[in-house]
């Protein structure tokens, strides 16, 4: 059964302190992994699609990072609406059908 | 503007009572889905459909149905909703037939409860 797990489940950060967000995987068939960001009372907005180990994506403050069982969001120097939850998923081919899971997300506060 | 339209944002029924939410993309997107989100749970995959007339089952199908008779609209269909069937639930949309999840644009949301 494929798996994926995010940490921590919440994190607060100071506006200007740099973390990480961790998502493992477990999974067969590895066709992508994605990241999504959620804000409250909307639908999740896409980030970053990762294919393939080593590989690397960046937008303003974001980076997200592969490796062959997990990945990781970083975060430089965040600001106050970079709070938001932010969700993991992974896409796999088994037994002929196409399934994405998703992670129960972290969800970051970034206070002023 | 690109998006995706699920209606209605809101529904309280009653146990039994037949209902479909619709889901409307307008950037001529091959693959569309259906997730539901509830507390501790995180989103999962309830159907997915690569193309018209082709739909596939997700992590949770069970009690719902879809179609796909056209390319922009694929209605989820609950035919005897029950209480465990309560949840927020998301369409989403793709260009990316084959990777589904890549660059998917989410509708707003649909909350149903039933009772």
């Known amino acids: 059964e494929d798996q994926v797990t995010q940490s921590p489940e919440a994190l607060r950060l100071q506006e200007g302190e740099s973390s990480s967000l961790n998502c493992s995987y477990t999974v067969s068939g590895l066709r992508g992994l994605f990241w999504y960001r959620q804000d409250p009372g909307k639908g999740p907005e896409f980030l970053f699609t990762l294919y393939s180990a080593g590989e690397e994506k960046e937008k303003e403050r974001l980076k997200a990072t592969l490796t062959k069982k997990e990945s990781f969001l970083h975060i430089t120097a965040p600001k106050p609406e970079d709070s938001a939850t932010y969700l993991c998923a992974v896409q796999a081919y088994s037994g002929g059908y196409q399934k994405v899971t998703f992670g129960t997300g972290t969800k970051l506060q970034v206070i002023p | 503007e690109a998006q995706v339209t699920q209606n209605p944002r809101y529904l309280i029924t009653v146990t039994g009572k037949k209902l479909t939410v619709t889901c409307s993309q307008n950037m001529n997107h091959e693959y569309m889905s259906w997730y539901r989100q509830d507390p501790g749970l995180g989103l999962r995959q309830i159907y997915y459909s690569m193309n018209v007339e082709v739909t596939d089952k997700g992590d949770v199908p069970e009690g719902y149905k879809v179609s796909r008779k056209e390319k922009r609209n694929f209605p989820l269909i609950l035919e005897s909703p029950s209480p465990n069937q309560t949840s927020l639930y998301f369409c989403?949309?793709?260009?990316?037939?084959?990777?589904?999840?890549?660059?998917?644009?989410f509708g707003q949301g649909t909350r149903l409860t039933v009772v």
């Open positions: 989403a949309s793709s260009y990316r037939r084959d990777y589904g999840a890549a660059e998917a644009f």
